[in-house]
Nanobody
Framework: QVELVESGGGSIQAGGSLRLSCLVS????????MGWFRQVPGKEREGVAT???????RYADVVQGRFTISKDNAKNTLYLEMNSLKPTDTAMYYC??????????????????WGRGAQVTVST
């Protein structure tokens, strides 16, 4: 059974940095495509960053230049380095995976497997 578990969330002041991790278990090979999404109560889930099977990266405009997505295939772990955090980055962050795929984009319908989320709270 494939499972995704996020870690690294927390509370931080604006301007600070956090790194989220997402460990994929239950899949014996490296995961082709992965991504980070976030959601605040009352709003739709939005794509933050994705990486596809060729290593192509996509970022939402609002995080471009501040966030960095990376994937360690040997560890089947996805990371999101978040710098210069803003209060508007406050959200529940979800890891997503599509085990076998070509390309993905910042839309949740590309992904089959999801973690339970990690809360990130940025204060002024």
């Amino acid at each position: 059974q494939v499972e995704l578990v996020e870690s690294g969330g927390g509370s931080i002041q604006a301007g600070g940095s956090l790194r989220l991790s997402c460990l994929v278990s239950g899949w014996p090979k490296s995961v082709d495509c992965m991504g980070w999404f976030r959601q605040v109560p009352g709003k739709e889930r939005e794509g933050v960053a994705t990486v596809d099977s060729d290593g192509n990266l996509r970022y939402a405009d609002v995080v471009q230049g501040r966030f960095t997505i990376s994937k360690d295939n040997a560890k089947n772990t996805l990371y999101l380095e978040m710098n210069s955090l803003k209060p508007t980055d406050t959200a529940m962050y979800y890891c997503a995976a599509e085990l076998s795929c070509g390309t993905v984009d910042l839309y949740d319908f590309y992904f089959t497997y999801w973690g339970r989320g990690a809360q990130v709270t940025v204060s002024t």
